[in-house]
């Protein structure tokens, strides 16, 4: 109901108001020839590259145009490719990559409104970044993806901090620059996936001149680039980009100057894309609808980050039979349970999940998984000796989180199950705060005989990725002794897929093993260690006139095309 009013006062004010273009303000104008393309988003708070939430897509949307990266994710293609990097090796046992880096490109500062450059990136740029972000006595939190980097954890963790001095930092983590044109990086363990690693923003270079001691990264036209764009403009009101003019990397698109305008509140967003003044931007779930009534091909979605599962406590007969786990599975009927949910949830949009991996991911498998399909799910139940759930026993809990949304997911699922499978009096819903979820999820609830403490036998939770990868999502979720979820099975050949694949450096092979390793979770006879449900969606508005604006990740306004008279 809250989604449908919020719709229609959305219209009436676009009816209203027409095709009103609204100019930025305080933000001079482009030049006649000038192809400008024209944003919205929160005003970001800082442009910390480690100070950054993997919920925050503005902030990631800045970064991934003002600093260059070792690489770069081509969401078309799904690889990553060079950017900074022009090629790296990979030491035989794994642990340590070698990068070679271009040396024509430069840290950019404004000096009297125009830009200017200060002096060539660097290796030591990276290694006094990553070296910044271990260190616990600096004034930036740690992202856990640094951590696969060799002496970061004991370095962040350190009690006696201080200890820590430069000789400390330069012994202790892996990062090294040889010289000014060669980066070294060791890692914990082999890790194909790091490459995708280096293309997120933890990863870019800092100019240690301007943030020695307890300095912190300058707002502003002082917030020093050296990526495809610099900072023309930046106050409360918004932000002006414009093209880096000393950048040597050919550009694919041919915008000139980007205009992002801050606090517009997010419920009017569809009004400026629907009146023609902004050529992108992303928009909130809720907000979805309204712009897709509002007719045309504004409207763009993609996968989310975050997935909705339903995990099982294998201590509890039968969720410990796969074939069990797998008639609960085809018994659910997705599709409907995402547009059920939908309707529920004021804040998101969701679309069915039959597989793990999400589509749109470096390596991402080829994996089908199982869909709806009642009559193969009553087999499976057959097949496991349990017939419309006849020596099953119960009640059986399943256990979500108390919000209107989550509690009409657990009453659908079940209901699903007594239609479909004919599990009447079997299952019950019950609710629990979201830590105790996801304790049960992370096995850290002692379930020994000797302790009253037990863990739910079925669970809702939610998984979000860190990094755009499938390693992200099999293996750090799933895996038998390292992955997050942890439902109590034993080891098996598909944990030693997903270790494979993690250490396979070649993309193909990456590829095929996590399929194989996806197929035995989610294809025909997996084993269900969780049921996939729901997937979030990410919407943005996007003008006709404009190409090349990838479906996932953050935007690379150098890839834009704007149509021009």
């Known amino acids: 109901m809250r989604k ?23 933000h001079a104008q482009p030049s006649d020839d000038a192809v400008v393309a024209r944003m919205a988003m929160p005003a970001p708070d800082n442009l910390e590259p480690t100070d950054l939430s993997r919920f925050d897509p503005h902030k990631r949307d800045l970064l991934e145009n003002l600093l260059v990266g070792l690489t770069r994710l081509d969401a ?12 790296w090796d990979v030491s035989p046992d794994g642990l340590s990559w070698t990068f070679a880096l271009r040396d024509d490109i430069q840290w950019i500062e404004m000096v009297d409104g125009e830009p200017v450059p200060r002096r060539p990136v660097v290796a030591g740029d990276f290694v006094f970044a990553i070296q910044r972000a271990c260190d616990p006595n600096r004034p930036t939190p740690l992202t856990a993806n640094l951590l696969l980097i060799d002496g970061c954890r004991v370095t962040a963790n350190a009690l006696d901090t201080w200890r820590i001095d430069q000789t400390f930092l330069d012994t202790t983590i892996g990062v090294r620059a040889i010289d000014d044109q060669t980066l070294v990086i060791d890692l914990v363990l082999p890790a194909g996936y790091f490459l995708t690693l280096t293309a997120l923003p933890e990863f870019r270079p800092l100019p240690q001149e301007d943030l020695e001691g307890d300095a912190v990264w300058p707002f502003g036209s002082a917030f020093l680039t050296n990526g495809p764009w610099v900072v023309v403009e930046w106050n409360e009101t918004g932000m002006r980009l414009a093209q880096n003019p000393f950048w040597p990397i050919e ?95 004021a804040d998101n949009v969701y679309r ?6 999400p589509r749109n991911v470096v390596a991402t498998p080829a994996t089908a998984g199982l869909g709806f399909d009642p009559a193969a799910a009553q087999e499976a139940l057959a097949e496991a000796d349990y017939t419309a759930c006849n020596g099953v026993g119960g009640p059986i809990d399943v256990v979500v989180e108390d919000s209107p949304a989550t509690l ?16 009447e009096g079997i299952f019950r819903v019950s609710t629990a705060p ?50 997050f979820l942890q439902p109590g099975r034993t080891c098996e050949l598909s944990d030693t897929l997903l270790e494979q694949a993690a250490a396979a450096i070649d993309i ?58």
Do not use: K
């Open 352 to 357: 069915a999940m039959q597989r793990f991996t």
């Open 434 to 483: 979201r830590q105790a979820l996801v304790n049960t999820a992370h096995r850290t609830i002692d379930a020994s005989a000797e302790s009253e403490a037990r863990r739910f036998p079925i669970w809702l939770v939610t998984w979000t990725a860190d990094y755009p990868d499938a390693n992200a999502w099999t293996n750090d979720a799933l895996h038998c002794q390292f992955g």
């Open 408 to 423: 009409a997911l657990g009453q659908f699922v079940v209901q699903q199950w007594q239609v479909n499978l004919g599990c």
């Open 4 to 26: 449908h009013i919020a719709i229609i006062a959305i219209i009436i004010t676009i009816v209203l108001f027409g095709l009103v273009v609204l100019r930025l303000p305080g």
């Open 251 to 345: 550009r694919a698109g041919n915008v000139d100057e980007v205009q992002i305008q801050f606090g517009i509140p997010e419920e009017t967003v569809p009004l400026r894309l629907t009146s023609g003044s902004l050529e992108v931007a992303r928009i909130p779930p809720q907000s979805a609808d309204t712009v897709r009534l509002a007719g045309g091909d504004l409207l763009r979605t993609a996968d989310g980050t975050t997935a909705y599962l339903l995990g099982f406590s294998f201590e509890y007969p039968p969720l410990d039979n796969p074939l069990f786990r797998q008639a609960l599975a085809q018994a659910i009927n997705r599709e409907q349970l995402a547009r059920m949910v939908s309707a529920q949830d």
């Open 76 to 87: 078309q293609t799904g690889q990553v490719e060079p950017w900074l990097a022009t090629e």
């Open 508 to 565: 193909q092979t990456r590829f095929t093993t996590y399929t194989s390793a996806e197929d035995s979770f989610f294809g025909p006879g997996g084993s269900f260690p969780v049921i996939p449900l729901l997937m979030t969606q990410a919407y943005w508005g996007q003008q006709s006139w404009v190409d090349g604006v990838m479906d996932y990740g953050p935007f690379q306004f150098d890839r834009w095309t704007i149509a021009v008279e």
